[in-house]
């Protein structure tokens, strides 16, 4: 397991949209592709994605449904909404820009004399 | 919209909502066991571990609920609940408030109730802010009063100097006679009005005419007027009515016409006869009322004038 970094505050419901843009997934499901895909680089507190599923599903970016999952338990599915889908590309968007411009900060010459 | 959609939901599938997140809580942990069981971890630790990590299900449920809007309905509620224990501690005050409470709220209705009848609801007659009713005025020491009820020579002052009003006089009131007509007899209420009283009032009647002045004097012809709903219930609406006779108290009286039916009685009555106003007799005492109409083209400052 690689060195664990804190998911930045107003990233998470962008990671929970992408994680779920990739197809249906039930909470737990979502905080392991997370992991996956981060490489376990990024921890998810467990007890705060659930506020933020139900915030997403109360704002009608993603739907939940009941179905059954891989060992025949019962389990609520969350997928993309379309207005989900316009949602995370405006935040994917907003979040390029703020790297693009931290970089350019970091990557600041002190200036010749 | 979905937000509102939502909120509504959960507020009304209450106990759905909060058994689902508790199944879907309770799924999450049971995943994340097994998840660790098949690492290695024993099954109990595993299980205490994935209850740990996942941390108060108790605080992440508070937050879902906030999440979807459910915070101030559930404060509400609470406070609600709060303040029936304190009023049920304490009947006497809890007595004397909701009674203070019904008592302003029962004399407001009421006074509510004349306003709008008297003041807020116009008169149901053509062009009511051209109507107005006579009064004496009397004023004594430190006392005032105003009276409608008046007498003959009042009428006659009135009727002979008032060029600017058109005004009409009637009995303040009904009685109650016998009626017969086409073998039917009933008891109704009979209100006594002098000649251009409907006229007065801006009524035309639905068919025949209102009394003449040669009806409205002493010794006139015995003429009666009906309302539209003793001539619908007694002559079934019959339009051929206008001329015929009538039983009064046992004396003969033609029908002159029939009043329209949004017609409203200023006192409740079936029928209408002459007044024929006087000096003498009734009319000695204050057995009379005015009404008058400001004629068209006129105003009420050279009615008052």
């Known amino acids: ?113 | 919209m979905a937000r509102m959609h939502s909120w509504w939901r959960a507020l009304t599938r209450r106990s759905r909502l909060e058994d689902e997140m508790v199944s879907e809580m309770d799924g999450h942990i049971e995943r994340y066991a097994a998840d660790l069981e098949a690492r290695g971890m024993e099954s109990g630790e595993a299980r205490r571990v994935a209850r740990l990590e996942f941390g108060s299900m108790g605080a992440a449920a508070e937050e879902c609920r906030e999440a979807v809007g459910l915070r101030w309905p559930d404060e509400l509620a609470r406070d609600l609940r709060y303040a029936v224990r304190v009023l049920r501690k304490s009947p006497a005050f809890t007595a004397a408030a909701v009674a203070t409470l019904a008592l302003c709220i029962g004399a407001n209705t009421v006074i509510f109730s004349v306003v709008d009848a008297v003041l807020l609801r116009p008169l149901p007659y053509p062009q009511p802010e051209r109507l107005f009713s006579v009064a004496r005025h009397f004023q004594g020491k430190g006392s005032e009063a105003y009276q409608t009820n008046l007498w003959g020579s009042v009428w006659e002052a009135v009727r002979d100097n008032a060029a600017y009003v058109d005004a009409a006089v009637f009995s303040d009131g009904s009685m109650g006679v016998n009626f017969a007509a086409g073998g039917r007899v009933e008891y109704v209420k009979q209100q006594r009005v002098s000649a251009g009283f409907f006229r007065v009032l801006g009524i035309t009647p639905l068919i025949g005419r209102e009394f003449s002045a040669d009806e409205d004097r002493q010794g006139g012809p015995a003429v009666v007027v009906l309302s539209y709903a003793l001539w619908k219930r007694l002559f079934r609406a019959d339009p051929s009515i206008v001329g015929q006779a009538v039983m009064l108290r046992g004396e003969p009286h033609t029908i002159l016409g029939v009043l329209p039916a949004e017609f409203q009685s200023i006192v409740p009555a079936d029928l209408w006869t002459p007044l024929r106003p006087s000096r003498s007799g009734e009319g000695a005492g204050s057995n009379y009322a005015v009404v008058a109409r400001l004629r068209s083209g006129t105003t009420w400052a050279q009615a008052n004038g």
């Not at chain 1, 804190?6 to 994680?19: P, R």
């Not at chain 1, 739907?63 to 025949?72: F, L, Q, R, V």
């Open chain 1, 1 to 113: 397991m690689g060195k664990q970094v804190d998911i930045l505050q107003g990233t998470l419901d962008m990671l929970i949209l992408k994680a779920v843009s990739l197809g249906p997934l039930h909470g737990y499901g979502i905080l392991l592709r997370i992991q996956q895909i981060s490489k376990d680089a990024l921890q998810i507190p467990q007890g705060s994605l659930y506020p933020a599923l139900y915030r997403l599903e109360h704002r009608g970016w993603i739907a939940a449904e009941w179905g059954e999952s891989e060992n025949k338990r019962k389990a609520k599915y969350y997928r993309l909404t379309a207005v989900g889908r316009k949602q995370l590309k405006s935040e994917r968007k907003e979040w390029k820009r703020l790297a693009v411009a931290i970089a350019d900060v970091l990557a600041a010459e002190p200036e010749e004399a």
